[in-house]
């Protein structure tokens, strides 16, 4: 993971150095900064607002009585794209919109959902015992199932 965490840390702000470059050579240094400038800040705005509508789905799941899983998720992926977006680099903006964009969200949602239910489930239950399903509606006990 270390190694892993490094090569992050090297690979990534290289390539983005090297497309900042070549973008400058193409357009100029003002121009590419300008757009720079420009992508932070729209950006910004985009986080803004995808974060209010998480904000008020989130809330009318905990008014309905229901585990707000879902709308945490996406708060999470909005702020990791805000973070991106606000990064200067043109690799970390394409990543940070891709992320803001619903359809490519929910996606990236799902495997993030699968991938805390499966190890709550190896952690809570030793891999094969009852998990409970978070996606049971609210005034209902909880629905054991079997992993298999």
């Known amino acids: 993971m270390i190694v892993l965490l490094g090569l992050l840390f090297l690979v990534v ?5 090297a ?3 070549q973008v400058a ?3 100029g240094v003002l121009n590419t900064i300008a757009v ?11 986080v803004k607002r995808e974060g209010v509508g998480v904000l008020r789905r989130l809330q009318r799941s905990v008014d309905r009585g229901q585990l707000p899983h879902r709308e945490l998720v996406d ?5 990791l794209a805000g973070a991106l977006l606000i990064t200067p680099g043109f690799l970390s903006d394409v990543l940070g919109v891709v992320l803001l964009l619903p359809p490519t969200r929910a996606v990236v949602r799902a495997a993030v959902l699968a991938r805390v239910r499966r190890r709550v489930a190896a952690k809570v239950t030793g891999r094969f015992g009852p998990v409970i399903d978070v996606d049971e509606p609210p005034g209902r006990p909880p629905h054991w199932r079997e992993l298999g």
């Open 36 to 46: 720079l400038v420009l992508v932070s800040v729209v950006g910004a705005w985009l």
């Open 13 to 17: 702000p290289i390539a983005e150095l």
């Open 75 to 79: 708060g999470g992926l909005i702020l």
């Open 25 to 27: 050579h193409g357009i």
């Open 19 to 21: 497309v900042i470059l």
